[in-house]
């Protein structure tokens, strides 16, 4: 994902009980209602213009990354993980962020491209636009918007498993500005599915994944339920979230954070998803 500013609120852990009671979702992440949206006119744009900024070569973290100058005949298996609220306002194209659309990034197709992706954990399909770059974390192929990770029924696990077909764009090529970028008022926004929002408890971002698993393990070895290990930016760097979710209800929430400061844990984030 491009970089972006994290804007987590901490909690004492009397407010955060409070605060949980009043709004917390499922234990798991649940079905997403109805069908899943799969019809490519959900998404539709122009040819991804060559010559912006967003698909030049560039440089991320000392590596070296060139976009794809087609998207024609795209399909790849790999992990996708998926990036929330924390992320800021903008994509890498510069078109607003929208956690609930149905959006995506990735390291190396043209933007923006339409994709279908699938959860080879669920069979469940959809198609989102690919608007962003990312993500940049060792073997995850995606990073999807929570929006879209909740359609396919991956947002509790964090990551899963996903078959990633790019569609063909639609006829019309972008608008041209005088200094030869597409305008940002012509660039195609995500589709847009309302979704109930979740309650997560965050303990910690670790700049190495082994500290962040051995964060994750002994949660775990505690009979805590739920740890998610979530890659992504903060300040440009990436890091590896731990966090506990979603939360059912304020007596499951409260619960857990009385666990947590029986384990020595005070500093801890509400995060809303």
Not at 4 to 19: D, E, P, S
Not at 32 to 44: D, L, R, V, W, Y
Not at 84 to 96: D, H, L, Q, V, Y
Not at 200 to 214: C, D, H, I, K, P
Request: include cysteine; aromatic fraction near 6%; charged fraction near 15%.
């Amino acid at each position: 994902m491009a970089v972006r500013r994290v804007r987590h609120i901490l909690y004492t852990a009397a407010g955060m009980g409070m605060a949980l009671v009043g709004g917390c979702a499922g234990v798991s992440t649940p079905p997403a209602t109805g069908a899943s949206p799969s019809s490519s006119a959900a998404c539709a744009t122009p040819a991804p213009d060559l010559r912006a900024a967003y698909n030049r070569p560039y440089q991320i973290h000392g590596r070296h990354y060139a976009p794809l100058t087609s998207s024609t005949g795209y399909t790849v298996r790999g992990l996708a993980s998926w990036y929330g609220w924390e992320s800021g306002s903008t994509t890498a194209m510069g078109t607003p962020f929208r956690p609930r659309a149905f959006s995506a990034a990735s390291r190396d197709l043209p933007l923006p491209t339409c994709a279908r992706v699938t959860n080879l954990s669920n069979g469940r399909s959809i198609v989102v636009l690919v608007n962003d770059r990312g993500p940049f974390v060792d073997g995850r192929a995606l990073d999807l918007s929570y929006g879209a990770a909740h359609a396919l029924g991956m947002a509790g696990q964090g990551t899963a498993p996903v078959q990633i077909v790019a569609l063909a764009p639609a006829a019309t090529p972008p608008a041209i500005t005088a200094g030869g970028t597409s305008t940002v008022a012509s660039l195609p926004m995500a589709p847009e599915i309302p979704v109930p929002s979740q309650s997560f408890l965050q303990t910690g971002a670790f700049s190495q994944v082994n500290n962040a698993t051995r964060e994750r393990d002994r949660l775990l070895k505690a009979g805590i339920h739920g740890v998610l290990i979530v890659p992504g930016l903060v300040k440009g760097q990436p890091y590896y979230k731990v966090q506990i979710g979603p939360l059912p209800d304020g007596i499951t929430a409260v619960k857990v954070i009385t666990e947590l400061k029986q384990m020595g844990f005070h500093d801890f984030y509400s995060v809303e998803q």
